[in-house]
């Protein structure tokens, strides 16, 4: 194969972004997205390092498939950014098919000591980054019939004591999707994955109260998330407006 062919080829292979994705939940939808066949862009804020660990280890399963990215969301002037980076992307590979909003923030906000630095930032990952990315992606994204997946969350539902910032972002971002799907059909489809018990925090937690709520009576995985999302992107193509709970029955204990 000449060199003229391999781009040509690589410029015809689906492109999928994933904001946050150098660990944890992005992680594992990056490499199932790559396993289909996507090439893919790792959003990255600090975690260098593994970002570009990651993006090694699926380009020497495939070549020239995955790129890292940098950018802070949840600062600074977002809009901007968010051109920025859909850009970036979109250049990497000449096109855009996939837009997965999965870079969070999330930490305790009691009542009374909330400041407006947490509320930046929760609402600037959660809910500010996530609209704006998916505004700049819109042509690019129409040029291809692709579609954005939002990673929401159950408690933007049914409120979390003591996340209050965190609930409430979570709740604008389901709002998110449903109205973006409604403004964007039928070029765009607009869908959410919401997780219950996947990944515990990296703060103090109580694990075992949060299990005795699941009706599966366990934990969940990050391929359970990875899995939705692989199937709204691909074997969905009339579903939009969704929130999907991947939650083991966690919603019908509230």
Known sequence: MDAVSSEEMSRNTLVAIVTGSSQRLGACTVKNLHQSGYNVIIHYRKSQAEAEKLAQS?????????????????????????????????????????????????????????????????????LKAPFFLSQAAIPHLKATKGCIINMADIHGQRPLAGYSLYCIAKAGLIMSTM??????????????????????????????????????????????????????????????????????????SQ
């Open 58 to 126: 699926l380009n020497s399963i495939r070549p020239d498939s995955a790129a890292t990215l940098q950018a802070d969301l949840s600062k600074g002037d977002t809009e901007k950014m968010a051109k920025e980076v859909i850009t970036a992307a979109v250049e990497k590979w000449g096109r855009l098919d996939v837009l997965v909003n999965n870079a969070s923030d999330f930490f305790p906000t009691p009542l009374g000591t909330v400041d407006g630095d947490q509320w930046k930032t929760v609402m600037g990952s959660n």
């Open 179 to 252: 109205s973006l799907a409604k403004d964007l059909a039928p070029d765009i489809r607009v869908n959410a994955v919401a997780p219950g018990a996947i990944l515990w925090p990296e703060h103090q937690w109580d694990v075992n109260q949060s299990l005795s709520k699941i009706p599966m009576g366990r934990q969940g995985s990050p391929e359970d998330i990875a899995k939705a999302i692989l199937f709204l992107v691909k074997e969905a193509p009339y579903v939009t407006g969704h929130v999907f709970p991947v939650d083991g029955g966690r919603s019908l």
